[in-house]
């Protein structure tokens, strides 16, 4: 027996506030803005974004449940796990797939600033204007997730492919 086989994990943490629960109506409203905005997208690109966004924000809950929705629509766990250091790891990824987790961190980390032109113009070039404003929409909408995730404590492990969809 492995001394990890002994090892005895930390303990789960409780969720803060069942959310969902207490504005079901929000809750409806992001899982139909949610389903709104990857329309058009290719599931695997759409979760790499949710991924990317997530570990960004340090959302435990969204990467257990997006690293799990990526599986299951046939993303490899090499590209899932080379997602955290994509710059260092672009031959993993398309060139649009490039542009969209670019485009995904300037969204995402509004604090630097603006979202650069280069950026803004390098999804503009692998996007048409329809699918980039999915794109657009679908960042945004991750990022709604994980506020509401990480500022409510939800518990991340418990999900299963699909559940929510």
Same mark, same amino acid.
């Given at each position: +027996?492995?001394? !990890? %086989?002994?090892?005895?994990?930390?303990?789960?943490?409780? $969720?803060?506030?069942?959310?969902?629960?207490?504005?079901? %109506?929000?809750?409806?409203?992001?899982?139909?803005?949610?389903?709104?905005?990857? *329309?058009?997208?290719?599931?695997?690109?759409?979760?790499?974004?949710?991924?990317?966004?997530? !570990?960004?924000?340090?959302? &435990?809950?969204?990467?257990? +449940?997006?690293? *799990?929705?990526?599986?299951?629509?046939?993303?490899?766990? !090499?590209?899932?796990?080379?997602?955290?250091?994509?710059?260092?790891? *672009?031959?993993?990824?398309? #060139?649009?797939?490039? &542009?969209?987790?670019?485009?995904?961190? &300037?969204?995402?980390?509004?604090?630097?600033?603006?979202?650069?032109? %280069?950026?803004?113009?390098?999804? &503009? *070039? !692998?996007?048409? #204007?329809?699918?980039?404003?999915?794109?657009?929409?679908?960042?945004?909408?991750?990022?709604?997730?994980?506020?509401?995730?990480?500022?409510?404590? +939800?518990? $991340?492990?418990?999900?299963? $492919? =699909?559940?929510? =969809?």
């Amino acid at each position: +027996m492995s001394s !990890q %086989e002994n090892a005895e994990y930390a303990p789960e943490h409780t $969720p803060r506030l069942p959310w969902a629960q207490h504005a079901p %109506e929000v809750y409806r409203a992001m899982v139909r803005l949610d389903g709104a905005a990857r *329309k058009g997208l290719d599931a695997k690109l759409f979760e790499l974004v949710k991924i990317r966004a997530s !570990q960004l924000n340090h959302c &435990a809950y969204c990467l257990d +449940m997006h690293t *799990k929705d990526a599986l299951a629509a046939g993303e490899s766990i !090499q590209r899932i796990v080379q997602l955290s250091a994509w710059e260092e790891s *672009k031959h993993f990824y398309t #060139e649009q797939e490039i &542009a969209a987790i670019e485009l995904t961190e &300037a969204v995402t980390v509004l604090t630097d600033g603006f979202v650069p032109d %280069e950026v803004y113009e390098r999804a &503009a *070039k !692998q996007f048409d #204007e329809v699918q980039l404003t999915q794109l657009i929409a679908s960042i945004i909408v991750i990022n709604s997730w994980n506020r509401f995730a990480v500022t409510t404590r +939800m518990v $991340p492990g418990h999900y299963t $492919p =699909g559940q929510h =969809g």
